[in-house]
């Protein structure tokens, strides 16, 4: 493809994607045709011959986009949200068009210092501790996901718990990790790809109206693995748990980690966007005391997937931990020593430039933009709970600080999953379910810049609507 | 931004991407600017409001594109290549539009599904063993890299040689990797990660003259391990090592590890690509003995990063080595089993629409298209590596089977040095080292499509003169 017709096919695709954001809220959120029917549906093979792009946009048409879940649909509020931006696709676009790796500083220098300063640029504005500022022996780094965040750390934890012994000798000790039920999946995943295994994940019970950690659970655990020979290597405490948005107090838990020398690491991979405003930032207190932390600009900030931003206190025990130098990668910029090669910040070794997404969107929403964004959020969440909250079928489960709030019908388990279903069958608004103390609990997050007031409002006549059926039924 | 504010800015992006390849040639393919330069030139903020995406585009040219490493350049001939084309870029491009998450079926049924065909696509115009195919047992799923790779094949194979005893207790034995002394850095890294240390990996000797694995060396070290009462647990084998792309002997080593029980993993990440080519399938010999394999389309068939292609002959055991079930992803469409949900085949959770750029690019190239690109590295390669032999300075350091040649100057690895740094710094071609047999080597990777016949040959006459001046002075 030679850039001329690069350029007419680049028009069609941008066309394409200005038209599906137009006429999204139109479409049914999800599908609806069992599984099987995209690969039914496809030939068993590639054509010999190339096919103009106009024949792929038209099967993408027919029977690729029929059958998604659209998540930027104003009426998707499933999950966390997982949202882009006209700002963030242009940027993508340019770190495709460019075809850079970033794995060393040599291999793409402005790949290595943009990523740099746009993570300083985001510390900055949330007012993130200064010991994860570039500036000192900290520093941040793009990672694929929250989920790679927490092995990283985890394997710093490692490094460190080990006393360094770790690297060469892998695991032959009961190392531990802990955090609260309320901890997400990818935690356990983490500490199983590491080597600890389930058994070596310690949950630690909540506060069962906060659904935050118990600081003296905590101490609890890490005093009885003590005393059974087991290492206590990690703590992960969360901001913004994925079932309800509970916050894990910090300040107790970091000080329990300073006393036992444990690597806190902090996950705020959805709730972490809230400290761009600074009436949100209660929800950080306490993380001067993080050895790592992470939050996914690519759930509430604008930016496509994938984006999670990751520091660290020290950059350092991170490299150390993480670094393989055969001879096909040594350079002079790595040996001088002046250099980030954020290869040793991850595990794959190819990394995009991802940094210029970031870069488009900090610019073209510029700060009052971002907050704005993130206030919409919390004061439309704020304004369905505030319906349910009016209504005596219902029950709120849980606070909602941020944009998700969690609800049920009182009528109990099977009522509440009756009314899932039916609400999610209109097509016209995706929601997803959780259990919060047990019970089965519906969650409505809000994330898309698409949703206004007028969906939310939507998804709450269908919501009593369907109660009054689901009841009556 | 509305969809008319993308629509006008994605085609100033679209244009600026293809201006950007019209004259990509005429760019030094590296820049020569000392760490620092770019981090110096930026704010230390982000702009409180919002900036016009032309801005960014601006500064852009002036602060961005001037201090990369320019990969897509057709003078760039370092590493492996990472080469994308105008296909790949749309299919991503429609990728971040969509902006959908693909980690379970039921979150975007039409993504999983695509995935899953073009996979079985690949391994069709590949000839792939039927094991790996979706209609029996195996199947395809793209990994970010193949590091990332090995790291899955690993944690498979821990899951196997524990008996399932693993995903609860962790390493709790000393398990064993395998791989040639020539196998790849990412393999030490897998192993370090899932918790076997650097002394997990037992490096395998290679014949001298073909750089390839010594199948009775691999079992000799599997014999020591286990009278030692050590694990063996897996052996990566190479199809195209990066030092020289030697190929490992897959039918033996298949035999041995059929023999012993070891998961066998085979790292074709740069050179698999080589198989749309039946001429060229001869190194895939014996692949029906892996339980997994990838090859990374995104190095050398036109597809951007991030594509690696893993296959496993065994999905149920990958998949229980790596699922975690919490409350908030259960559904129908899962819990029915008659879907596939991809984040059970990878390290994090969520993940992007990456089968549309495999869709885009096997259908506007085609497999004869496909072919022709390959071809046309091997071609040239052997050109620069004829003019290489014509030269009695100089020696060819290894066999070269596909698009990368091994070279270096008789006069030793001092000037061997000189060379490279001088010929790097014209900033017309950018190749990069090796050592083969303790030898410093030089290497030149064919793979971009914009590399024509005058490129290697340029490259040839900068090296040849280079060479004149190092051994004169």
């Known amino acids: 493809m030679d850039p001329d017709e690069f350029r007419r096919a680049g028009y069609a695709v941008v066309d394409w994607i200005a038209d599906y954001w137009t006429m999204l809220g139109k479409r049914p959120v999800t599908s609806q045709d069992p599984p099987g029917t995209v690969a039914a549906a496809l030939p068993a093979s590639p054509p010999e011959h190339g096919e103009p792009v106009e024949a792929v946009l038209a099967d993408l048409d027919t029977l690729i986009t029929p059958r998604l879940t659209h998540w930027q649909h104003p009426g998707f509020f499933g999950y966390f949200p997982a949202n882009t931006s006209g700002p963030s696709v242009l940027g993508d676009l340019v770190s495709s068009g460019l ?114 950690m118990r600081p003296a659970a905590l101490r609890a655990a890490i005093e009885a693995d003590r005393a059974a020979g087991d290492v206590p290597a990690i703590v992960v405490a969360t901001i913004g748990t994925t079932s309800t948005t509970a916050v894990d107090p910090l300040p107790e838990i970091g000080a329990i980690c300073a006393e036992y020398g444990v690597w806190l690491h902090v996950d705020a991979a959805y709730a972490g966007a809230a400290a761009v405003c600074p009436e949100l930032r209660w929800s950080h207190a306490g993380l001067e005391h993080a050895d790592s932390y992470c939050f996914d600009p690519h759930k509430w900030l604008l930016t496509g997937f994938d984006c999670d931003a990751f520091w660290v206190a020290d950059r350092g025990e991170l490299i150390e931990a993480l670094t393989v130098m055969p001879e096909f990668l040594r ?29 488009f969107v900090l610019r073209w929403y510029g700060v009052e933009g971002l907050r704005a964004h993130i206030r919409t959020g919390v004061a439309l969440a704020d304004r369905f709970a505030r319906r349910v909250a009016a209504d005596d079928r219902f029950d709120l489960a849980a606070p909602h600080p941020f944009s998700l709030v969690c609800f049920r019908l ?42 206004a007031e007028e969906h939310v409002d939507e998804a709450w006549e269908l919501l009593a609507s369907a109660a009054s059926d689901v009841l009556a039924g």
């Open 410 to 451: 009182r009528a109990g388990d099977e009522a509440s999953a009756a009314l899932l279903a039916r609400v999610n069958g209109t097509g016209r608004v995706h929601l997803t379910h959780t259990r919060v103390g047990g019970r089965y609990t519906l969650r409505l997050a809000v994330g898309s810049p698409l949703t």
């Open 331 to 359: 350079n002079a910029a790595t040996e001088s020593g002046a250099v980030i090669d954020y290869r040793d910040w991850q595990v794959p070794l190819g990394r995009r430039f991802r940094a210029l997404k970031l870069w």
């Open 99 to 212: 075809g850079v790796q970033g794995m060393l500083w040599a291999t793409g220098p402005a790949c290595t210092e943009l990523e740099t300063v746009m993570l300083d640029w985001l510390a900055g504005i949330m007012d993130l501790p200064q010991r994860f500022r570039s500036t000192g022996p900290g520093g941040g780094v793009i990672q694929d996901s929250a989920s790679s965040a927490t092995l990283v750390a985890t394997l710093g934890a490692l490094h460190r718990a080990s006393g360094g012994r770790w690297r060469a000798v892998g695991i032959d000790r009961r190392y531990r990790a802990y955090t609260s039920t309320q901890g997400h999946s990818s935690i356990e995943k983490a500490a199983r790809i590491a080597g600890l295994g389930e058994d070596g994940v310690r949950p630690i019970e909540v506060d069962p109206e906060t659904l935050a």
